[in-house]
């Protein structure tokens, strides 16, 4: 799978559908030479004799300073005289089965530089990543993972993610600008507003057809990607994680490693993308890909921060009846917190709502036959808080600057040790004290006046944070192997390749909305398996939006990610729980296809009605999903299904009709009634 030439000193990486290829020109630069469709080692030699100048400016590994380099450098150094750029030497490389590791250095100074790549057997996804060592004191100003490289294309277009709080991962297709163009978060997290994802095309892919290079960050703290067109009709990116203007100082014989920044070229459109990154996310990320899902109750939406053991029984009782498998008790249940204002920090139960502590609710739920789940939010505090009066040093700050609140809380600064292990300690403690079978993990905030007084590299903490939290759910899982962990920032601010190799699913998004929902899931689906899709049904009047949804409708929508349920049921009607009940055991049913099967998008948000199929890896089942939040004009058409068998027949599973293969491809399902906020669900199975 990766084979070296050594009279042209090039590199082959070949992936089951795609190759990629990149050598060492005249002064030992790592050059790209082609990212596409699959090639012979011949093949690929020929391109690198005919095809690539030497003096392109662009094109490289890791764009570096130096000579007649004027784009945005991956890899930006400066020694202790002031000197800086690199000019490569190569020194040897090591493939070792599915990994190539190149070995480069500067040619005059003690630096040396590590190009990682990996391939799968089993997926075009190439994992790329980069580490730097110094024989001497350095300052590193930026380090990317890696920097990608396009064939000429006849124009460029890029697909990513933009949003807010309550409206993230929006879907935006536009023309690359020639120019320079950074897609950043400078948040401390991953962000609300982009995702360190891209996809490039030639501005003439579909969904199912077409050529498309895509690359994911796996970083959950700021990060940047910029991309770029020269005039000259050259496209690249280059990214990774850090944060503006910073140094990190690297002491001699220290190493300093990114992140992975992974990489695929897809033939079969953005659809055939993304099933691509489902697949690799669920065979090469996710800790547990295979665990099963649990339908969830989250009381955050019902009770808010007013909470007590009783509700909380009672919510169980009736979670309970729906068929839930977990019940998560949110916000609230510690110290003085009572509001957001005060308690975040004290992390022991609220003696006046819990006077016997967690085990009363715990052993209700568990007799209820549920498993008991927690919300915690580890690394922040309020300044109204136990913790913060006895180390009010712990929390990111400057001297003599403000300490911002948002939220009415500070930030705990979880790059310092002493901070790192004294959270994982409490969280380890709660875990082992009681019957707790997962976490939802939160940070309500970005980073403000990330300061580390007394650390005498204290920039450094833009890294270290990250890793320490990584590092802590890594810690709890290896000693909880039971756990199941979701990650949460503000709803969806914090959903990365990162994250996702230390948790099961992510919370999608605070705006539970169902008819907006359905864009915030379509985004979140470009690169993210639906398995990982935290989506709950909850009130009508919805509690962001004001509003109205039907009971199917919502449940519909949440059905087509990891349930969970997160109304107030206390005010349900008897006919809604009846309702609830039986489409809750309509998805335990699917469940296993839309989790383990592939995804096809049928039809997006702005066609009117937006339809989304999974169907099962051995291909005998196929759900699909339609979802019309509004009426007319729109949504008449028919949906056409697709990876069906032509010459199979399929019995829809709920009413016993029976639909051809080649009419349900060739036709498509009935269009929905001319209604607001109209749903279907429908479930075949192939006839034997
Ligand atoms: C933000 C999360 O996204 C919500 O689901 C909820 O957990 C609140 N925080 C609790 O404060």
Redesign the pocket.
């Known amino acids: 799978m990766i084979v070296f030439d050594s009279a042209a000193r090039l590199w082959l990486l070949t992936t089951p559908s795609s190759s990629y290829a990149l050598r060492l020109d005249e002064n030992d630069a790592p050059r790209h030479v082609h990212w596409g469709a699959r090639l012979t080692l011949e093949q690929a030699l020929g391109i690198s004799e005919e095809y690539h100048g030497d003096h392109d400016p662009g094109g490289e590994e890791l764009a570096v300073e130096g000579g007649l380099r004027f784009a945005a450098p991956s890899l930006t150094v400066r020694y202790g005289d002031g000197t800086r750029g690199v000019e490569w030497r190569y020194l040897g490389h090591t493939i070792d089965g599915e990994e190539l590791r190149i070995d480069l250095a500067d040619r005059s100074r003690e630096l040396r530089i590590t190009l990682h790549y990996r391939v799968f057997g089993d997926c075009d996804v190439i994992e790329r990543r980069a580490t730097v060592r110094a024989g001497e004191p350095v300052e590193i100003l930026r380090f990317d993972s890696a920097a990608w490289t396009l064939p000429h294309l006849r124009d460029y277009r890029v697909s990513h993610v933009t949003g807010e709080w309550g409206r993230e991962f929006q879907l935006r297709r536009i023309d690359v600008p020639v120019g320079e163009t950074v897609f950043t978060s400078r948040l401390g997290i991953t962000g609300h507003h982009a995702n360190p994802w891209l996809m490039v095309d030639a501005g003439q892919a579909t969904e199912e057809h077409g050529d498309v290079w895509s690359a994911a960050l796996a970083w959950s703290g700021s990060w940047r990607i910029t991309l770029r067109r020269d005039p000259l009709g050259r496209a690249s990116w280059t990214g990774g994680f850090g944060h503006e203007g910073l140094t990190w100082r690297l002491g001699p014989d220290e190493e300093l490693a990114t992140p992975v920044f992974a990489g695929l070229y897809a033939s079969d459109g953005f659809g055939g993308t993304s099933r691509a990154w489902h697949s690799y996310i669920a065979s090469h990320v996710l800790p547990a890909p295979d665990a099963v899902r649990p339908v969830i109750f ?1 009381s ?2 019902a009770t ?2 007013d909470i007590s053991q009783d509700q909380q029984m009672e919510l169980a009782e009736l979670a309970a009846r729906l068929g839930t498998e977990l019940f998560v008790m ?3 249940w510690f110290g003085a917190r009572t509001s ?1 204002a005060a308690g975040l920090g004290d992390w022991w139960p609220n003696p006046d709502r819990f006077p016997e502590g967690l085990g009363p609710l715990i052993t209700k739920v568990r007799g209820l036959g549920m498993k008991f789940g927690l ?1 915690v ?1 580890p690394e922040a505090v309020n300044p109204d808080s136990d913790l913060y009066r006895a180390h009010p040093d712990w929390v990111l700050h400057q001297p003599g600057r403000s300490r911002t609140t948002s ?1 009415n809380q500070l930030v705990l600064n979880m790059a310092r040790p002493d901070v790192a292990e004294w959270t994982h300690a409490w969280l380890d403690r709660l875990l082992a004290e009681h019957d707790i079978a997962f976490l ?1 993990w ?1 940070m ?1 905030r970005p980073f403000s006046e990330a300061g580390w007084p007394g650390h005498p590299d204290p920039e450094r903490l833009w890294i270290d944070y990250v890793r320490n939290v990584h590092a802590i759910l890594d810690r709890l899982r290896a000693d909880h192997p039971d756990l199941l962990i979701e990650g ?6 914090r959903a990365d390749l990162g994250m996702l190799r230390h948790v099961e699913q992510l ?1 999608t ?2 705006n539970t909305d169902a008819a907006e929902r359905v864009a915030i899931q379509y985004g979140f689906g470009q690169i993210y398996p639906a398995r990982a899709m935290g989506a709950w049904v909850t009130d009508s009047p919805n509690t962001v939006t004001a509003r109205c949804t039907p009971l199917r409708y919502r449940f519909h929508v949440a059905m087509s990610g990891a349930l969970g349920i ?1 109304g107030d049921l206390r005010r349900w009607t008897e006919d809604e729980m009846v309702w609830a009940k039986g489409l809750v055991e309509q998805y335990k049913r699917i469940r296993p296809i839309v989790h383990g099967g592939a995804q096809y998008r049928l039809s997006p948000p702005e066609a009117g009605t937006t339809a989304v199929q999974y169907v099962s890896a051995d291909a005998s089942e196929t759900v699909v999903f339609l979802f019309q939040p509004s009426s007319l004009p729109r949504g008449k058409a028919p949906i056409r299904l697709t990876a069906l068998d032509p010459a199979a027949r399929y019995r829809d599973e709920a009413t016993g009709a029976i639909h051809h293969g080649a009419v349900l491809l060739s036709h498509g399902l009935p269009p929905l009634l001319t209604f607001d906020t109209t749903s279907e669900l429908v479930h075949l199975r192939r006839l034997a």
């Not at 949460?488 to 601010?493: K, R, T, Y």
């Open positions: 989250n955050w939406e808010e921060f949110d916000d609230a957001d919300w939010e939220r939802k939160d309500n949460c920032a503000g709803g969806g601010g919370w998004s605070d997160g």
